[in-house]
């Protein structure tokens, strides 16, 4: 991997991230850790492929149950757009919480799956724009 060292980062600090805003992540390393700064940007294409998909079921009363399939969150509401708004605002209230506690999240077995959604989300940071990437699917009721 081709690494800085922390010395060398810190005396080039406005250097180093220029570089990694304009032209490329930049790899450096302290001690024994291995370290990336890159552009929010770059983060975003990198989670492009990643996608939250739900299960749609119609109720009895003909509300709209939308059941997320990356993160076990569940939203009902009178219509399907309704019902991707609030599974949007839960997804992003969700990996606001994960972030505020992700030493915690991160190291649970069963939740390191959810890292790059939490991420897609925070760096989304709009409910409207992770409404419009859920893709439902039909259920069973």
């Known amino acids: 991997m081709i690494t800085m060292n922390a010395t060398d980062v810190r005396r080039d600090w406005s250097l180093v991230i220029d570089k990694a805003v304009r032209e490329k992540p930049q790899f450096f390393k302290r001690t024994r850790d291995y370290m990336m700064l890159s552009d929010v940007n770059f983060l975003e294409e990198l989670l492009v492929e990643y996608k939250f998909t739900a299960e749609k079921i119609i109720e009895e009363d003909g509300s709209v149950t939308l059941s997320l399939n990356e993160i076990d969150l569940v939203e009902n509401a009178e219509s399907e757009e309704s019902a991707k708004l609030n599974l949007a605002k839960s997804i992003l ?10 030493s915690y999240w991160s190291s649970s077995p069963d939740r390191k799956t959810h890292i790059p959604y939490v991420f897609k989300a925070l760096v989304l940071d709009d409910i409207n724009k992770i409404g419009d990437l859920i893709e439902c699917q039909s259920g069973k009721n």
């Open 93 to 102: 209230e969700y990996s606001e919480d994960f972030y505020n506690e992700f």
